[in-house]
Nanobody
Framework: QVQLVESGGGLVQAGGSLRLSCAAS????????MAWYRQAPGKQRELVAL???????VYADSVKGRFTISSDNAKNTVYLRMNSLKPEDTAVYYC???????????????WGQGTQVTVAS
């Protein structure tokens, strides 16, 4: 069983910063990618940032230059540093990971429970 546990959300003023963390635990053979998605009320869930096991990163245009994704592969943990936050960044942020639990099985996507980020204007 694999679990993703997020932490670090909260309320912050516009222009402020937050750091989200997500730790994967359980039976893990390998992790291909870890990512952050977000979903605002009434909107679809969208990719915020993604990092591969090799360190390659992808960002949504709306967060480029403000958010930084990083990972600690030894700890199966991914981080999202969010600077210069805007009210439009308000959303529930979800951790996502593409994990192989056994060398004999294909990978599968897992989701965390989500953490609320609220940016006040």
């Amino acid at each position: 069983q694999v679990q993703l546990v997020e932490s670090g959300g909260g309320l912050v003023q516009a222009g402020g910063s937050l750091r989200l963390s997500c730790a994967a635990s359980g039976t893990i053979f390998s992790i291909n990618t870890m990512a952050w998605y977000r979903q605002a009320p009434g909107k679809q869930r969208e990719l915020v940032a993604l990092i591969s096991s090799g360190g390659s990163t992808v960002y949504a245009d709306s967060v480029k230059g403000r958010f930084t994704i990083s990972s600690d592969n030894a700890k199966n943990t991914v981080y999202l540093r969010m600077n210069s936050l805007k009210p439009e960044d308000t959303a529930v942020y979800y951790c996502n990971a593409d994990i192989r639990v056994s060398q004999w099985l294909t990978t599968k996507y897992y989701w965390g429970q989500g953490t609320q980020v609220t940016v006040a204007s």
